[in-house]
């Protein structure tokens, strides 16, 4: 295991693979308009349940609005975001100069009082039925995978990673800290009950890169 604690960034190898991890990614004074702006992109571009798996509902692929890319907080945060990609990049051994982020969106899971083609209880019955292995999937093509944990009711609401048939690497999502790891390897989010998002979300901002 690799400590900068001055920075809160830890790196850890198992299987050969390197999870990454780092605390206090973006500047305190910018998270309430983070989150509003977060919530904003996701409801106004929130994909359908029935294109996307519920939970989590999700937003559009977002770096393809040019009103998101070249706002200012977004900037920011997207330049913070590359900082510990490059990071990831030197422990891993990838040249940095071969990877681009091309895909970036958000995700809630909270109360089931939004919009869309779907009813209240076909929302709390795909809640009930969610089961955190048999949510496993993975991004073909993307080396380089970061989860960011913009709001969580607990820690423990973090992203599971399959190693092996019998091995996985979990990671707790403390808010404002990130992950970056392998998204090829099969990997999950563990959601909260309803009764706990009704009160406070789990909201993440991903981001997935490839080679130029």
């Not at 190898?13 to 780092?22: Q, W």
Request: glycine fraction near 2%.
């Amino acid at each position: 295991m690799i400590c900068d604690m001055s920075k809160k960034i830890q790196v850890k190898k198992h299987e050969n693979h390197f999870f990454y991890k780092a605390q206090d990614v973006i500047p305190e004074e910018l998270l309430p308009d983070l989150y509003t702006s977060a919530v904003k992109w996701l409801e106004n571009t929130r994909k359908p349940i029935t294109k996307e798996v519920y939970p989590p509902e999700a937003s559009d692929q977002l770096l393809g609005y040019r009103e998101f890319v070249t706002d200012p907080l977004w900037s920011t945060y997207y330049k913070e975001i590359k900082k510990h990609i490059a990071k990831y990049c030197q422990v891993a051994s990838i040249d940095l100069n071969t990877i681009r982020v091309h895909s970036s969106w958000i995700t809630r899971v909270a109360d089931i009082e939004f919009p869309g083609k779907h009813t209240k209880e076909q929302l709390r019955s795909r809640l009930r039925q969610h089961s955190t292995f048999g949510n496993m999937h993975s991004h073909t093509d993307n080396p380089i995978g970061i989860v960011y944990y913009l709001k969580n009711p607990d820690p423990k609401y973090g992203t599971i990673i399959q190693l092996s048939e019998k091995k996985v690497f979990n990671n707790d999502g403390e808010e404002n800290s990130l992950i970056i790891f392998n998204p090829e390897l099969y990997h999950t989010a563990l959601y909260p009950p309803l009764e706990e998002v009704e009160k406070y979300p789990r909201i993440t901002i991903v981001c997935d890169c490839m080679f130029k």
